[in-house]
């Protein structure tokens, strides 16, 4: 029986193939999020991850789900890393992505290699960058994600809208020719 | 009392509490000059009538609920249904009339001026007489 069939889509092969290691994000890569939530030992390890990267980009506070390492990026050149969410219908993919303080112009979206890849840059606000600051919890510079496309995924008629900072795409999924199936004539 | 209705009118405009939704600080960035004191909170997918922005006795507190709307099957998630919530202290010289908050691509953005009394002034030494 051929096991990979039967694994979800990996959607973070070429960003795992980039960076020569997994996305930090989670570490339990292809699980059906339902079992992600509720297995203990997975949250442990996630935990442990978060720590970990919290301590390596020098964050000092976080909470438990997402959106603190909304940006995991960090100084030093390392690309910032929005969080995304993946849906599938039978009809099409959605992918959000958490893009907060981002102008739509700033955020580019390319398809290379049946790989989708949203990247820009967050910057800072003129008018602030003249005051003193108290706090700055907030990351900037260039982001990138990269999402590999499954094989019916229609790279023609993707589309995406951008609201309160959240960026969706829609990737409509198309039928593929059933080379599988061979219909035998009885005879 | 009028503590006790504060505390009413906060609830009332946070919907689906019932809901078991995460609750996170938002990250922020703060900075100062003379005028004013400027916030900046990272609130993606936040709309602006789930965002309460309350300001009482020197405590700031912003609200902000954030329901995703999810198509179908969830084939990954970083990031869901969550409820920012984060509590300031901010100086008593603030001029609360004067308070500008404006949500603008999932980021709050919170002008505190501060009241004339409190920006710096340059005194004038008066020759003695």
Known sequence: MDLKKLAPWNWFKDEEKESGSQVAIFPEKASPSSERRSDPTSMFHRDINDLFNRVLHGYGFSSPLGSRDFFQGGPGGILLKPAVDIDATDEEYTITVEVPGIEEKDIKLTIKNDTLIVSGEKRQEKEAKEKNYYKMERSYGAFQRLLSLPEDADQDKVDASFKNGVLSITVPRRALPDSDIKQIQIK | ?129
Do not use: C
């Open chain 2, 1 to 129: 009392m009028s503590e006790k209705a504060n505390i009413a009118t906060v609830q009332e405009s946070i919907p689906d509490k019932g809901k078991d939704v995460p609750v996170t600080a938002p990250v922020v960035d703060i900075y100062e000059n003379d005028e004013e004191i400027l916030l900046h909170a990272d609130m993606p997918g936040v709309e602006k009538d789930k965002l309460t922005v309350h300001i009482d006795n020197g405590t700031l507190d912003i609200t902000g609920l954030r329901g995703m709307k999810r198509n179908g099957a969830p084939d990954w998630e970083e990031f869901g249904d969550i409820e920012y919530r984060r509590t300031f202290s901010v100086p008593q010289t603030i001029d609360i009339e004067k308070i500008d908050a404006e949500l603008k691509n999932g980021v709050l953005e919170l002008h505190l001026p501060k009241s004339e009394a409190a920006k710096p002034r340059l005194i004038e030494i008066k020759k003695a007489a």
